[in-house]
């Protein structure tokens, strides 16, 4: 059966940094087909940058509400690569929903095991636990962090050349078959650095949108039961607080051929 591509994609932030947020929107956007709308929202609260277990649980409730304030899109994309509230959507959301670690490891796991390159220490053990309960643990076989973060990767481009080579070059050494670029700010850093590269590199931002293009998210599971206790609060979430970031959910329909 053929696959009918989504025409509304909600992409979430889960920090509140709208700079991350216009970043991958530029990005997704001149890699849209015509007549696909992305709508993008930022989380009204949190932390700017998600980068330990705490700024991730936080995260997690923000998409919940980001979502329920956006609930009619036909496809969802968590733009921050740890996929916060990835299991707690699914428990609600009709339309396929994914992430960008959760993409990026379906593309990657074609090729047979991989690697990640990503910004944060404190990555690595999040990332080993989230590989394991989506079922790729075995295929991942090396997280290379580098020590800033992805914010300041980001910011500085010179610095972020350099750590992420050096860091392709020792996750290139575990064996791996294709490397992960894994990150919101790292969006469009893979093909800069695919030319000084042996192994094929995966942008996690990239891969989220091919993955929902391509319907190769997992499919909505419809509840066994009703589940009441869920329900009824979660539309709440979406306009418990004033100061959610309207402004960065602006819609844009692709015009490109």
Known sequence: MNHAPPKRI??????????VTARLQAHLQALLPRGTELIARTAAFGAPYIACES????????????????????????GCFG?????????????????LAEAAFIEAARSGPFAV???GPRWKPMLQRLAQS?????LLLHTE??????A????DPTLARQHLTQA???ARASGARSIIIGGAGLAGWAARLQADSTLPLIDSVEAGLRVLLGGHAPAPVPAAEPRPDLVPWLPLLGHADSTDRHETSHPFTASRP
């Open 10 to 19: 909600l992409l979430i932030n889960p920090n509140t940094t709208r700079e």
């Open 55 to 78: 700024s991730h649980a936080v995260a997690a409730h923000a998409v919940l509400a980001s979502w329920a304030a956006e609930p009619t899109a036909d496809a969802v994309l968590i």
């Open 83 to 99: 996929d916060p509230g990835l299991f707690a959507l699914r428990e609600h959301a009709t339309a396929p929903v994914t992430g």
């Open 117 to 119: 390159v990503t910004g």
């Open 134 to 138: 989506l079922g790729f643990g075995s």
């Open 145 to 150: 962090t580098v020590a800033p973060s992805g």
């Open 152 to 155: 300041q990767l980001l910011a």
């Open 168 to 170: 392709c070059q020792a």
